[in-house]
């Protein structure tokens, strides 16, 4: 199996910034899509920001210019330097992967257990 741990999220001022990481362990063969999403209360978990299956980086209106994903795939992980913080970013936090564990197998989707970002006004 395939395990992603997060880290990173907490209290923030707005204007504030915080960096979230997730390492994702076990039976990797190759990673495919890796990024983050984020989940705010009566809404469903959204796209923040991500690298495609083709390496290229994926953003969210709402966070462009402001939050940069990076990724090192020696090390399976990728980060999210989230800048200028606004309320409106609060949420929890999930970093998902799309995993081949195998040569042959097929490509499975893992989620981390979520880090929350709080962004006080």
């Known amino acids: 199996q395939v395990q992603l741990v997060e880290s990173g999220g907490g209290l923030v001022q707005a204007g504030g910034s915080l960096r979230l990481s997730c390492a994702a362990s076990g039976s990797i063969y190759s990673i495919n899509f890796m990024g983050w999403y984020r989940q705010t209360p009566g809404k469903q978990r959204e796209l923040v920001a991500a690298f495609t299956s083709t390496g290229t980086t994926n953003y969210d209106d709402s966070v462009k210019g402001r939050f940069i994903v990076s990724r090192d795939n020696a090390k399976n992980t990728v980060w999210l330097q989230m800048n200028s913080l606004k309320p409106e970013d609060t949420g929890v936090y999930y970093c998902?992967?799309?995993?081949?564990?195998?040569?042959?197998?097929?490509?499975?989707?893992?989620w981390g257990q979520g880090t929350r970002v709080t962004v006080s006004s």
């Open positions: 998902n992967a799309d995993v081949r564990t195998t040569y042959y197998g097929q490509i499975q989707h893992f």
